[in-house]
């Protein structure tokens, strides 16, 4: 059954390093989302793209974080420097058709992230 | 702003009996989407049930059911014949062209 895969699926780091995490949707999904989950809170969108275009990145602190899918496929998420409030489970997401709200969205199983 | 409220952070049951998870939400809008997702603990959020609310018939999966209440902006999820494995977080989600809302979930907790 085809899967979201997302790498790695922890990752421990210093605040003020970089780092990256990588997500592969299911094969021929042109929509991929991230989300950021805090413990205890629900997920939250960062950013969403259509194919290798952003669609929504309202939700990203650009200043610090940014997000590529350049061939339309995988994408990367970058976090720099990180902070220690950006401690959190990150999600990816992929769905089949282009902005459909009924469409379901199938997740990975996330990236922990904790910053020391 | 579109808010999800999950009022219960945290719900026990019994094998074999029936639970009720609750979901308000705020919209001005007339057509949208709601969801159930379940997240086991480590493993990947699934989707669970999914409500057009355009639809006036409430949505059934297997044991799964919701009371769609859309005036008062309801939508609680039924879990019949509960079993070990339904145990989990609960999220409740909005969902309306881009913008896509979850609430802060309910920990379901299934009793032997």
């Known amino acids: 059954e085809a899967e979201v895969a997302q790498s790695p699926r922890y990752k421990i780091t210093e605040k003020s390093q970089a780092v990256a995490f990588w997500c592969d949707p299911i094969s021929g999904h042109a929509t991929l989302y991230w989300y950021r989950q805090i413990l205890g809170q629900g997920p939250e969108l960062l950013v969403q793209?259509?194919?290798?275009?952003?669609?929504?990145d309202s939700q990203l602190p650009k200043d610090r974080f940014s997000a590529e899918r350049l061939k339309g496929v995988d994408s990367t998420l970058k976090i720099q420097p990180a902070e220690l409030g950006d401690s959190a489970m990150y999600l990816c997401?992929?769905?089949?058709?282009?902005?459909?709200?009924?469409?379901?969205?199938?997740f990975g199983p996330g990236t922990r992230l904790t910053v020391l | 702003a579109q808010t999800v409220t999950q009022s219960q952070p945290e719900m026990s049951v019994q094998e074999a009996e029936t639970v009720t998870l609750s979901c308000t939400y705020d919209t001005s809008e007339s057509d949208y989407y709601l969801f159930w997702y379940k997240q086991p603990p480590s493993r990947q959020m699934i989707l669970v049930i999914r409500?057009?609310?355009?639809?006036?018939q409430n949505a059934t999966e297997n044991r799964f059911s919701v009371n769609f209440q859309k005036a008062a902006k309801s939508f609680s999820l039924k879990i019949s014949d509960s079993q070990l494995g339904d145990a989990a977080m609960y999220f409740c989600?909005?969902?309306?062209?881009?913008?896509?809302?979850f609430g802060a979930g309910t920990r379901l907790t299934v009793k032997p």
């Open positions: 997401a992929s769905s089949s058709v282009l902005l459909s709200s009924y469409n379901e969205q199938f």
């Open positions: 409500q057009e609310a355009y639809k006036q």
């Open positions: 793209f259509q194919d290798e275009s952003v669609v929504d």
């Open positions: 989600a909005y969902r309306r062209f881009d913008d896509m809302r």
